[in-house]
C-alpha cells in the first residue's frame, strides 16, 4: 500500500510543481508506472489500430481483396475452403461497405484495448474477431494445406493475436509467476502454450513446403517484389545465400525453434538466452516475411513477426516475483488512468 502510494505522489509530483512539471514530464511519468503487462497491452492495440490503418488502404477496396481472400481456401480440407470462398464472394459483392466495416472493427479494437474501462471487453473481442479472421482470412494460417512455414507467416499472425490477448488479459490468478504472461493463465499453462507455440513452427519448418532445396529461398525472394529498395535488397540476397540449401537451413530453424520452445522450462539465466534467441528468430522471421508487406500498399498487417516479439517479451523472467510487479499498474487503475 505504502508503494503504492508513493508512485501516485511521484507522479502527481510531476504534474503539479518542481522543474519536472512540463508538458511531456507528465506523460512520461505517466508511462514509467505503467507495468510491463500494460504496456504489452497497449502494444497489442497499437497493431491492431495499424491493422486499421492497412485495411483502408485503396487496395483493400478493389476486387483484389477478396481475391487475395479466397487464395487461402486453396489446398485446405473442402470443410475450412468452403465457408472462405463463400464469404469472399460475399465481400466481393459488397466490397466498399464490407471491408470498411473490417477496418473500423480493427481501429475500434486498438481503441479499445488503449482504454482502461474497456481494455476486458475489447480484448475478449478481439480473440472472437482474431479466430474468425484466421479461418476466413487466412485460412487457418494455411497449417492444414501443406504450404505453412514460419516464414510466411504461419500459424497466422492473428491467432497469435488471440493468443496475447489472453496471455495480457488483466486479470491475478497467478501473481507470483515469474513473467507476465503466466499472471493471467497460471505459469504452468503459459509454458505450454509457449512449448505448443514454438514446437509448431519447428515442425512446421520440416515440412514439405520448408525443406524443398528452394523452398525458403523461393518464399523469401517472393516478398521483394514491391518492397522498398532496401528490404528488397535484403531478402533478394538472403533468398541468394539460402540458394538451394533448404534442407539444411530448415533443420537449422526448426532445432533453434526447439531450443527456443522448451526455454520457459530452464534455468533462469537459460531462459532470458532463450528469449533473446527468440527476439533474434522473430527479427530474422520478420524480414524473410517482408516485413508483412506493410509498404506494398497491400498488406493488411505486419504478419507474425511483430506479434511473435511482443510475445517473446511478454515471457521475460522478472527480477523480482509476488504482487509488488502488478502494484504500479493497480496504483494507476485505483487514480483512474
Known amino acids: 500500500m505504502s508503494e503504492s502510494i508513493a508512485v501516485d505522489t511521484a507522479v502527481d509530483g510531476a504534474v503539479v510543481g518542481g522543474p519536472a512539471a512540463q508538458p511531456g514530464a507528465a506523460a512520461q511519468g505517466r508511462l514509467a508506472v505503467l507495468d510491463l503487462r500494460r504496456k504489452l497491452q497497449l502494444a497489442l492495440g497499437a497493431l491492431w489500430l495499424l491493422d486499421g490503418v492497412l485495411q483502408f488502404q485503396p487496395f483493400m477496396f478493389t476486387k483484389a481483396f477478396p481475391q487475395m481472400l479466397a487464395g487461402t481456401a486453396r489446398g485446405n480440407p473442402a470443410v475450412v475452403a468452403s465457408p472462405i470462398t463463400w464469404s469472399s464472394s460475399f465481400i466481393d459483392h459488397h466490397l466498399v ?4 466495416v473490417f477496418a473500423t472493427v480493427q481501429l475500434a479494437l486498438g481503441l479499445g484495448i488503449a482504454c482502461r474501462p474497456t481494455v ?9 474477431w482474431a479466430l474468425g479472421v484466421w479461418w476466413f482470412g487466412e485460412g487457418l494460417g494455411a497449417v492444414l494445406s501443406g504450404s505453412a512455414s514460419p516464414l510466411n507467416g504461419a500459424p497466422g499472425a492473428v491467432i497469435i493475436y488471440a493468443l496475447l490477448a489472453i496471455l495480457v488479459w ?16 497460471g505459469r504452468h499453462v503459459a509454458q505450454a502454450l509457449w512449448l505448443v507455440l514454438w514446437a509448431s513452427l519447428a515442425f512446421l519448418a520440416v515440412e514439405p513446403a520448408s525443406r524443398a532445396p528452394r523452398a525458403m529461398s523461393g518464399m ?10 532496401w528490404l528488397a535488397w535484403t531478402d533478394t540476397h538472403a533468398a541468394r545465400v539460402l540458394g538451394s540449401h ?10 533453434a525453434l526447439g531450443v527456443v520452445g522448451v526455454g520457459t522450462y530452464l534455468p533462469r539465466r537459460a531462459v532470458r538466452a532463450t528469449i533473446v534467441l527468440a527476439i533474434v528468430l ?3 522471421i520478420w524480414l524473410a516475411e517482408g516485413m508483412g508487406g506493410i509498404f506494398t500498399g497491400s498488406g493488411t498487417d505486419p504478419n507474425s513477426g511483430p506479434l511473435l516479439a511482443l510475445l517473446t517479451v511478454a515471457y521475460w523472467p522478472a527480477a523480482r516475483t509476488g504482487t509488488a510487479l502488478s ?6 487503475s485505483a487514480r483512474g488512468a
Not at 476486458?120 to 472472437?128: H, M, N, P, Q
Not at 533448404?246 to 532445432?255: E, H, K, P, Q, R
Not at 502494484?327 to 494507476?332: E, F, G, L, S, V
Request: aromatic share 2%; no cysteine.
Open 97 to 100: 461497405a464490407v471491408n470498411a
Open 282 to 284: 522473430t527479427a530474422l
Open 120 to 128: 476486458k471487453i475489447t480484448l475478449g473481442a478481439s480473440v472472437a
Open 170 to 185: 488483466p486479470a491475478d490468478r497467478d501473481r507470483t509467476a515469474p513473467f507476465v504472461a503466466g499472471r493471467a493463465v
Open 246 to 255: 533448404g534442407l539444411a537451413a530448415s533443420i537449422v530453424l526448426a532445432a
Open 220 to 229: 523469401i525472394s517472393g516478398m521483394a517484389s514491391g518492397q522498398p529498395g
Open 327 to 332: 502494484q504500479p499498474d493497480h496504483a494507476m
